[in-house]
């Protein structure tokens, strides 16, 4: 199979072209990857050598460069976006470009190619953000849930999402939709909450909660996410979208507080901050589809996944201190004046 993966040198597309790569060998992966401030190609050192492996810079809002990729492709797994709810609500340009725009590009290079050779697929990666955010005894969002997005960040993977399934309805495009939950584990640029405390620690800094640390995520290991994509694509139907949830939903103050004793520090790290605006309370998936059709659960332990993406960190410091510097820094300062 001949597969272009997008956003593969950000953290769950490195991730999924290492899983993909080591379970099915034979396949070649183009990555396409703008290389914008979340993008490291460090995070596929151990694949650049890869003769079924070639990384492309660019971006997915080229018409041109999107036509020409795609002509003799299988596959499309769209991971590119920006990701990062705090920065879309600071400006959200960047996201309307890339996450709506891009997608259309992609979507329409699909369907050229497509209707010339009959065979091209089209996975898009979502996110629970799309539904809103759920009360403390509210059941979990599934695939019936209607959208009610409340970020600039979500509202832009929304409408990627209806683009995505206008595309299977107007043009039969075969196209399927992963909604999934918060992913932790290695190479998550530390501005998400779990590598931004570990790293803070790391570095005996303190961490910022937002609010008094009630809100509620529901957390997924990478590779389970990954091993989710890889069901859907080789078992999902055509037109349908799966929640892949991590069945380990935690307060921010639960999560805060394991991550302080797996690294044997105390609550007087913790600073809390002024809460994020339109912060959502809770998300929560039912996966209950993706198990009973794709034979998929999520498998790793969230304490266990934890403990080995806090050693990951210790043992890889040079990754995140070259982050953590330049563009970055300029970042944190404005978001918590530290
Ligand atoms: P990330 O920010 O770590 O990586 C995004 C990647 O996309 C980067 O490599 C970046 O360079 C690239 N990119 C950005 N704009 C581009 C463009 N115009 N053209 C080509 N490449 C571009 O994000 P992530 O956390 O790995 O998320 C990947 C996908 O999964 C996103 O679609 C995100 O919405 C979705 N998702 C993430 C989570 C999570 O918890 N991180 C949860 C559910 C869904
Ligand atoms: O410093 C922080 N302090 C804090 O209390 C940060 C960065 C976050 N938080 C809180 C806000 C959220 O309640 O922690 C929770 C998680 O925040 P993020 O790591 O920023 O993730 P979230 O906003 O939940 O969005 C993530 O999950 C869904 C990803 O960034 C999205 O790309 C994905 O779609």
Redesign the pocket.
Known sequence: MKILVTGGAGFIGSNFIRYWLKKYPADSLVNLDALTYAGNLENLSDIENNKNYKFIKGSICDDNLAYDLVQDLDLIVNFA?E????RSIMDCRDFITTNVEGTRTLLEAAKSASRRNGKIRFHHIS???VFGSLGPSDKPFNETTPYDPRSP??AS?AAADHLVRAYWHTYELPITISN????YGPYQFP????P??ITNLLANKK?????Q?K?I?DWIYVDDHNAGVDAIIKRGRLGQSYCLGGNSELT?FKLTKKILSFMGKGEDMIEY?TD?PG??LR?GLDFTKAKNELGWRPAVNFNDGLKKTIAWYKNNQAWWQNIKSGEYLEYYKKQ?GQ
Request: glycine share 6%; with cysteine; hydrophobic share 25%.
């Open positions: 976006a990701s990062h709810v705090d996110t629970d953000e960040y979500s993977k999934c939950s918060n992913n501005e998400k909450i779990i931004l405390f961490i910022p909660v937002y609010g640390g809100n995520r921010n901050v994020r912060h959502d998300y918590y």
